[in-house]
């Protein structure tokens, strides 16, 4: 426990008490490597890149829910090569406007050239690294080598812009793996890093897996605090591992994600995070439970895109809000069904 009690100690000297939730914003279900030993992507059926993407409204509809709630994009994200170039220069623009904001954009290696194309829009790149231990890696990642993430956060620093990865608990690493992990971040200027615990996904190898423990997850995110004292860390805490969040951020996290956020807004496990992020002591920035009251069809009107898309967004929207604010109705029936 000493290296969470240092750790926390340094939050707070560099941070303010408060921590936030991220919404990482898929675009689609295709990937066209598919053989990541625990991604649930690994076990989709091989189909058309076209038929597994979500429609632009549906996005954009997404991306202004982040803003009104006071989500921050975690990144944006869909399988490799689920877009081509046209359509991200496309679709970036869009979100861009609808969030308010720039994202950070994790869909694989970038070439300079993309880099500079996607620049205005984004705040940096992701790198899906997760895990540092070459041999692991292999393992785990048989067609998607560390090496050209590498070379894209050498380019994507030289132009300016920020670099993140990802880092997964579970997956088969052990503590000695600390000091690469320590001088990847250091080297390749990483300022943002996504910790999460393995979640067994059913059909993958790790489906009988057992879930690392929060201590596990903590003394990583922990250990990571304690070297580099204002890098941005994000811990995954997913619905089923809601308790483990105060110590997660005792342990140094900045803000958490792995939340079905809309599907289970407003419901118990949504309310009980945001208690637990009291338990913590930290303020929580945003809602997880209460919708404002919005002129929902005003911040559709004010997005300079045109009007039938305008329609179709609205549509979209308000086709969210109404489940979200059926979530916790459906919540309890679920739960009263148990009993
Ligand atoms: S590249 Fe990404 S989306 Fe594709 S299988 Fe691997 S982890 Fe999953």
Not at 242 to 265: D, I, Y
């Amino acid at each position: 426990m000493d290296i969470i009690e240092e750790a926390d100690s340094i939050y707070k000297k560099n941070f303010p008490s408060e921590t936030h939730f991220e919404r990482a914003i898929f675009f689609s279900w295709y990937c066209s490597i598919r053989d990541c030993t625990f991604c649930f992507m690994s076990v989709q059926p091989n189909a058309e890149p076209k038929k597994m993407r979500r429609s632009t409204e549906s996005l954009l509809a997404e991306a202004i829910l982040c803003r009104v709630l006071g989500w921050e994009s975690g990144f944006l994200s869909g399988g490799i090569n689920a877009f081509s170039p046209a359509d991200m220069k496309r679709l970036l623009p869009l979100l861009t406007t609808a969030y308010g904001n720039k994202f950070w954009l994790n869909i694989g290696p970038l070439s300079p050239d993309l880099l500079e194309a996607y620049k205005p829009f984004i705040r940096g790149v992701v790198g899906a690294i997760e895990t540092v231990n070459p041999v692991v890696h292999k393992r785990i990642c048989p067609s998607k080598p560390i090496e050209p993430y590498l070379r894209m956060f050498d380019e994507a620093y030289k132009i300016g812009l920020a670099n993140a990865m990802t880092f997964i608990v579970g997956v088969g690493e052990t503590r000695e793996d600390l000091s690469q992990l320590l001088e990847m971040i250091e080297r390749y200027h990483i300022s943002k890093i996504h910790i999460y615990s393995l979640v067994p996904e059913k059909g993958t190898i790790y489906t009988e897996k057992d879930i690392p423990s929060p201590e596990e997850q903590a003394w990583w995110i922990a250990n990571v605090r304690v070297h580099f004292p204002t890098l941005d860390i994000q811990c995954g805490i997913w619905k089923d591992r809601v308790q483990s969040l105060p110590l997660l951020l005792r342990a140094g996290a900045n803000s958490f994600s792995k939340f079905p956020a809309t599907r289970l807004f407003g419901s118990h496990i949504a309310e009980d995070i945001e208690k637990q992020v009291e338990n913590a002591g930290r303020t929580f920035k945003g809602t997880l439970t209460k919708l404002p009251t919005m002129d929902w069809a005003r911040e559709v009107n004010v997005l300079a895109i045109d009007e039938s898309l305008k329609e179709r967004v609205l549509r979209k929207l308000t086709q969210y809000v109404h489940k979200m604010v059926n979530a916790r109705t459906d919540c309890s029936l679920q739960l009263a069904g148990q009993r």
